[in-house]
């Protein structure tokens, strides 16, 4: 074994890149998102607010074999979004790596919505008003005022989705399958080799491959909330 | 230029109805009153932060609210500079980022003027967090001033500060009125303050605006300066000089020469005291052998009866500033009072600051 031991093979270098590209498309499409509804359950008062509230809250609460089930009507080749997807821009959702950034996305959004908007919540609204007065926008204040305050939480944000799109499968394997090179993630592969007799050696290199994964972008992510925090209080 | 602000609101929130009615010109006016009295109700409907449920506020022929022509312009449209009791300064920005955040290229003055008026100017590479507290007020004032506001509303800006930093920022407030020619509103219920700062009172109660004028004109009032904890009179007198071995500072007015205890101020500013009407004792004749210093000529204008046992007197300076006095029936009687008469005053004490009050000199 040897050096074998410390090289990835296809499998695994393949299942590890596909992770990282589908975590880190969906984290960078949730975030403005999850920012810009962040700012409305925190800032404004409006009828339905509790609904939406449930609703962008729904992904946390269903099992992610559900929200994985309704992705795949919705974004099928026949489902309302899939249809206008393909026609508009021809884009295919279904059975491709951009499928699995989806469910990954949604399944995550809830975590990095509260995160903002704990963060927000705690940000002095009279920081926002004191801005107006000298005289910024309402775009000038979000920007200058609103979001830096907010980064924190942002940065926390990002790091709990990021790890939640890393272990998500449920949902993945619903709405995706586990196509080789395509939607099989670590998660997937792992579910793969253990279904497959004699892969055990295979399944434990998976295993360690996530555990490996997870510390470094947990340790990144505080490196980088300690950062944050010292930028928006300084010192 | 002369600035007219007018303000007709009403304001109803869960039980307390503001309504003012006022016009607030140049130079600052001290808006005062006891706590929930709706002052700074009053500041944040100028400034747009509350909204009133009717009436009209506008500065110059700028409107800033008006029901008849459903008006309410944004806060940043105002063009008014707003200092909160806490600085709420930008904590992610240096002091030098605050200072700019809001100026305008229209502003005549630079980041180097204001911080150098303000004392601020070694402070520019620091955070809000490394400020003291009297540094982040002075720092919010600039910031407001950057703006080149028409207005500047300041809500008891020296709030909780010791009295050694509120006696150092006072004055850079009246370096504020005199330089940059900018009506300022200030709230407060320190009396110290008003003493030093008002050329105009308002005082406010329970939601409504109990009376209104230039500050020895409010005072005059019987019942407001017992009210305000402010029973007595405003004086000016002009600094003399300072006698630094017993801690004494001399000031002349046209009545003759003050001592009191040593203040900052340097020989030939004018200074405002204040006098409790009931620390001032009247003689017919100049007395001698007495441990009062503090003596002066004044002429007995007004006689009146107060809630017993007390009478209240008013007394001329020759100058003509009104002094006024709080003694007994009995008094007046025994030495034969009357309007027209020339007395001596003898002050017991004198305050310029609530810290000197107790220094009976």
Not at chain 2, 339 to 352: D, P, W
Request: a neutral charge.
């Amino acid at each position: 074994m040897g050096d074998a031991l410390f090289t990835l093979s296809a499998f695994e270098t393949e299942a590890l890149l596909l992770s990282l590209r589908v975590a880190v498309w969906a984290v960078l499409g949730s975030l403005p998102f999850a920012i810009g509804f962040a700012w409305l359950l925190s800032r404004k008062e409006f009828w339905g607010k509790s609904a939406l509230n449930a609703v962008l809250h729904l992904p946390l609460v269903v099992p992610p074999v559900v929200v994985g089930y309704g992705l795949l009507v919705l974004f099928g080749r026949n489902g309302p979004l899939g249809k206008w997807l393909l026609d508009t821009f021809g884009v295919s959702v279904a059975f491709s790596w951009k499928g699995a950034a989806i469910a990954a996305a949604v399944v995550s959004f809830p975590l990095m919505l509260r995160a903002i908007k704990l963060s927000m919540d705690a940000v002095d609204e009279r920081l926002e008003f004191v801005a107006h007065t000298l005289g910024a926008s309402r775009w000038k204040v979000l920007r200058t005022v609103t979001i830096p305050l907010t980064m924190p939480g942002i940065v926390a944000g990002i790091a709990l989705s990021f790890a939640r799109c890393l272990g998500e499968f449920g949902a993945t394997i619903t709405f995706v399958a586990n196509i080789p090179g395509e939607t099989r993630t670590l998660p997937l592969a792992l579910y793969t080799a253990i279904n497959s007799p004699g892969a055990e050696m295979q399944a434990g290199r998976i295993v360690l491959i996530s555990v490996v994964l997870a510390l470094g972008a947990l340790a990144l992510s505080e490196i980088a909330a300690h950062r944050v925090t010292k930028a928006v209080h300084g010192i | 230029m002369a600035s007219d602000l007018q303000i007709d609101i009403t304001l109803a929130r869960d039980g307390f109805t503001l309504q003012a009615n006022t016009q607030i010109g140049s130079g600052i006016t001290v808006v005062t009153g006891p706590s929930g009295a709706g002052k700074s109700t009053l500041i944040g409907a100028i400034a747009g932060a509350v909204k009133p449920d009717r009436g009209r506020i506008s500065l110059n022929d700028h409107i800033f609210f008006d029901t008849a022509s459903r008006r309410h312009l944004r806060p940043a449209a105002r063009n008014i500079g707003y200092v909160l009791q806490d600085s709420l300064l930008f904590p992610h920005m240096s002091v030098k980022q605050n200072l700019l955040y809001g100026s305008r290229k229209s502003s005549t003055w630079t980041v180097d003027d204001i911080a150098k008026i303000l004392e601020i100017d070694g402070l520019l590479a620091r955070r809000p967090k490394q400020l003291s507290g009297g540094e982040r007020r002075r720092v919010a004032i600039g910031r407001a001033l950057m703006t080149n506001p028409q207005l500047l509303l300041l809500d008891e800006p020296l709030a909780n500060l010791d009295a050694t930093r509120r006696r150092a920022i006072l004055p850079l407030i009246e370096r504020l009125r005199d330089e940059f020619d900018l009506p300022i509103i200030y709230v407060t219920h320190a009396w110290s303050e008003i003493i030093r700062l008002a050329d105009r009172l308002i005082v406010m109660k329970d939601g409504q605006i109990t009376n209104q004028g230039t500050l020895s004109e409010v005072l005059a009032t019987d019942d407001i300066g017992a009210e305000l904890g402010l029973d007595g009179s405003v004086i000016e007198a002009t600094v003399l000089g300072h006698d630094n071995e017993q801690g004494l500072s001399t000031l002349s007015s046209t009545s003759g020469q003050l001592h009191i205890a040593q203040i900052v101020d340097q020989p030939g500013s004018n200074v405002r005291l204040f006098i409790g009407a009931a620390d001032v004792a009247l003689a017919l004749s100049r007395p001698v052998g007495l441990s009062v210093q503090n003596i002066l000529e004044a002429t007995i204008i007004d006689i009146r009866p107060g809630t017993p046992p007390v009478v209240n007197i008013d007394l001329a300076l020759n100058d003509g500033q009104v002094l006024r006095s709080r003694v007994t029936p009995r008094a007046v009687e025994s030495l034969g009072l009357t309007k027209g008469q020339s007395v001596y005053a003898l002050i017991k004490s004198v305050a310029l600051d609530k810290d000197l009050l107790h220094h009976p000199l």
